[in-house]
Every structure is written in structure tokens, then in C-alpha cells.
């Protein structure tokens, strides 16, 4: 079956303690992409990839890191967590065609965050 | 900047009433576009899109959109809801000169009283 995955769908962390988000999918997609979203301000890009190697900062990166070492994989690191980082974030992929991205992106199920 | 506005945050609507969610880009250059759908507690969900060709497009469950390029719009509509379309629905855009990011809208919530 054709999917996003992303782990762990839960997360309750405290301030300062680094944590990793894992996100897969196996479409062979070469666009990856982390978003964040909260009440009132739908879904803001955090960072995107458009293959190996190869990414760049979407709207809100501070404080977020991430890799692209293997095609499937597109993990969302947060070196030292802040409250304000409390958030629901998705994982989304696409396909890309000559010159961009132009396709509909398949989401992950989400990953529930919450910084105390 | 680029942006797209969905000028409805909460719509509630009665079960058989017609819907239309508002959805405006500003942007004049070439646009890809797209409505998902995030049931409560899910992930989003490609409800339909337009690249080119007929301006109506029909996708699942009975949804549709119009684009009218004048307006710079992309509204969504379904002429009869049902208890099961209580969502969030977003609007969302690809500009061609910069695909390499989609644009979201802030989204607007549907709750259907049954």
C-alpha cells in the first residue's frame, strides 16, 4: 500500500531534550516535505526536500533541523525543543516533474508534539 | 507575497444544505490547484484538483470546484452536505514559477449539525 508513514504519532517531551520525528514513504517520491499546523494558521512549511541531499527552509525553520540521506526517509530533528514548538506536524511527498513540483503531496498520519 | 485566503474559519451548515467554501490566490502567473480535507483526527486527504482544461472539476464524494481565473478563485461546493463532511477543508496552490513549495490557505472548519 501506497503511504507516509511517521513515528511516533505521540510525543511528550520536556524542554532542551533532543528529539527525532521519523517520516518514510515508499512512492519513491522524490519531494519530502515537514509541515507544522496550529489552530487559526493552517498547515506552515517547516523544511523541504526535492531529493537526496538536496533541501531547503519553507516558512518557519528556526529551530528545526532535518536530513535527506535516502530517498524513503525525511526526518525532522528539534535539537533543543521550546513550548512554543507544541504543534501537530505532518510529513507530506510528491512526485516531481520537470521543473518542480506540480502534483497533488500524500500526507502522513501526523505526529502530536507537546513541549513541557 | 504569495498567499491564498480562505475568508471562512468556521462554517456551520444544517444536513442537505448547499455548501460553497471560498478560496482566492494571489498570484498571476500559472497555478496548479488543490482542495484536501482533514477528517477530525486524520491526516489530509486530496478532495480534488485542477491543472488545466474545463474549469469544473468534480473529485470524491460529491465535492466540486470552479476556476475562475479573473477572480483569481477556486471555490468549493457540493450542493447537498451530509453529517460525514464535518472536516477542515484547505485550499491550496503551486505556482509554476516557484514549484517547488504549495501554498496552503489557513483552512476552514465545516460542522454539519445532523
Known amino acids: 500500500e501506497a503511504q507516509v508513514t511517521q513515528n511516533p504519532r505521540y510525543l511528550i517531551t520536556v524542554t532542551g531534550k533532543k528529539l527525532t520525528v521519523t517520516c518514510s514513504q515508499n512512492m519513491n517520491h522524490e519531494y519530502m516535505s515537514w509541515y507544522r499546523q496550529d489552530p487559526g494558521l493552517g498547515l506552515r512549511q517547516i523544511y523541504y526536500?526535492?531529493?537526496?541531499?538536496?533541501?531547503d527552509k519553507g516558512d518557519v525553520p528556526e529551530g528545526y533541523k532535518v536530513s535527506r540521506k535516502e530517498k524513503r526517509n525525511f526526518p525532522l530533528i528539534l535539537e533543543s525543543p521550546s513550548p512554543n514548538q507544541t504543534s501537530l506536524y505532518f510529513c507530506?511527498?510528491?512526485?516531481?516533474?520537470?521543473?518542480?513540483?506540480?502534483?497533488?503531496?500524500?500526507f502522513g498520519p501526523g505526529t502530536r508534539l507537546t513541549v513541557l | 507575497a504569495q498567499s491564498v485566503s480562505q475568508h471562512n474559519h468556521h462554517v456551520i451548515l444544517s444536513e442537505a444544505a448547499s455548501l460553497e467554501l471560498g478560496c482566492n490566490y494571489s498570484?498571476?502567473?500559472?497555478?496548479?490547484l488543490f482542495w484536501y480535507v482533514q477528517y477530525p483526527g486524520q491526516h489530509l486527504q486530496l478532495l480534488l484538483k485542477y491543472f488545466s482544461g474545463d474549469p469544473l472539476v468534480k473529485g470524491i464524494k460529491g465535492f466540486e470546484a470552479e476556476f475562475i481565473k479573473s477572480k483569481f478563485s477556486f471555490n468549493l461546493r457540493k450542493p447537498s452536505v451530509q453529517w460525514s463532511d464535518t472536516a477542515e477543508y484547505f485550499c491550496a496552490v503551486i505556482p509554476y514559477s516557484s514549484a517547488s513549495k504549495i501554498i496552503f490557505g489557513s483552512g476552514t472548519r465545516l460542522s454539519i449539525r445532523p
Open positions: 526536500s526535492m531529493n537526496v541531499e538536496v533541501t
Open positions: 498570484y498571476g502567473g500559472t497555478v496548479n
Open positions: 507530506a511527498s510528491s512526485l516531481v516533474s520537470s521543473g518542480g513540483i506540480y502534483n497533488e503531496q500524500f
